[in-house]
Every structure is written in C-alpha cells, then in structure tokens.
C-alpha cells in the first residue's frame, strides 16, 4: 500500500516569504500527484496535477516538481500571502484508480 | 453540473439511525469516488464506481456501508445502524474514466452522530 508523508505538519511564514511543502512516498510507480487545497469547512481545491512523465507544474505563484525515483513531490509558494492560509494535502495516484492522500500541511500566513 | 454536488453539507443524526448521503458528480465524469477524512488526517478510499458499476469497495469499513450508482450518475452512500465512530467528513470525487485530469472533489457532507 502506498504510503504518503507530508512535512512539516504545520507551517507559519509571514507575509512575502517564499515557502516549500514536501511529499514523500513509498512507492515510486505512480501515474500522477495532485496538489489539493482545503479550506475550513470547504471541498478540496485542486492546484497542480503532475503526470508520472512530468517533472513539474506551475500555475501562477504555485510550482510543484516532482522526482519519482526518490518519491518525493514539493509544493513551492513564492510571495506568500496571507489567503494562501490553508491546509494543503498531497494525493499520490499508483496505476488503480484510487488516491492515496498525506495527513497535509497547515499554513499560516502571518500580515 | 458545473462542479460536484453533495447533500446535505451536515447531517447530524442518532446512534443507530441510517443514513444516505449523496453525490452529484460533474456533467459528463464516468468515475466516481467516496472517501472520508477523519480531522486532522487526509481522506481516505472507500470506494469507486466507473459508470454504474462499482469496481473496488475494498475501503469500506464494515457492513453496515454500501454504496450504489445506479444509472451512472448520481451515486448514494449508506451507511446503515450508524455509531459515533462513523461520525467524519465524507467527500465525493469525480473524474474522466483515466483521470488524467485528477479528481475534482464536493464540499463533503460533514456526520455526527450523537
């Protein structure tokens, strides 16, 4: 079973800074990743998704590379801004249909 | 629809009732997927249909859960003599039959069952 690792749990950054979430998992056949974000008593909202043949994604200040080999994903967040607040979740996809997501990371982002 | 649609976005209900919680995936989305995210934790599979069938329950905790898509649309969870560990967000996704555009998910239907 693939295993999802999301570090750190919790993040706080004050405005401006530039920030990198991490995504590890254990086993390196995948068919994609998605980045998702999830607001307080909100859906989850889809940021990047990252083909098994990609090496990364950008969509606007969002940028998230992904090397399989070693099974890790980064969510890079230039120019943080305090919206940006939010828990964001990796969600790993392996050759069947279902994701496997992390436990996310909380992001704080202090004005 | 535009997006996917879940009802009711709460429900609160007694220990032991049954409960039917249901999804309206996107216009034109083939697969289907049930997942439920404890707090503090990432969603979780339960199940998925492509169509009208449903290919893996395999997530399903037990039993007293179900779940059917029968004219490949709408799709219906159950979850019958409901305890309050099943109290939790259940979120629906859909997506193309290869997903290779992902999943777009529902706001969920948050459980509590007192």
């Known amino acids: 079973k693939q295993e999802v690792t999301q570090i750190p749990a919790a993040l706080s950054v004050p405005e401006g800074e530039n920030l990198v979430l991490n995504c590890s998992f254990t086993?390196?056949?995948?068919?994609?990743l998605q980045w998702f974000r999830q607001d307080p008593g909100k859906g989850l909202t889809s940021l990047l998704l990252?083909?098994?043949?990609?090496r990364e994604q950008t969509s606007g200040r969002l940028n998230a590379s992904l090397d399989k080999s070693s099974g890790r994903s980064t969510l890079y967040i230039a120019a943080s801004q305090p919206g940006d607040s939010a828990t964001y979740l990796c969600a790993v996809r392996p050759g069947g249909n279902q994701f496997y997501f992390g436990t996310g990371t909380s992001l704080t982002v202090i004005p | 629809g535009a997006g996917v649609s879940q009802s009711p976005r709460y429900k609160v209900t007694k220990r032991g009732q049954d409960v039917a919680l249901r999804c309206d995936p996107i216009s034109g989305h083939v697969s289907l997927y049930w997942y439920r995210q404890a707090l503090g934790q990432g969603p979780e599979f339960l199940t998925y249909f492509n169509y009208e069938a449903q290919q893996d329950k395999s997530g399903l905790p037990n039993d007293r859960f179900s779940a059917e898509r029968p004219e490949g649309s709408i799709s219906t969870l159950t979850i019958q003599r409901t305890e309050q560990r099943d109290s939790a967000m259940y979120r629906c996704?859909?997506?193309?039959?290869?997903?290779?555009?992902?999943?777009?998910f529902g706001s969920g239907t948050r459980l509590t069952v007192v």
């Open positions: 990252i083909q098994s043949s990609q």
């Open positions: 996704a859909s997506s193309s039959l290869t997903g290779t555009r992902g999943y777009t």
């Open positions: 086993d390196s056949a995948i068919y994609n």
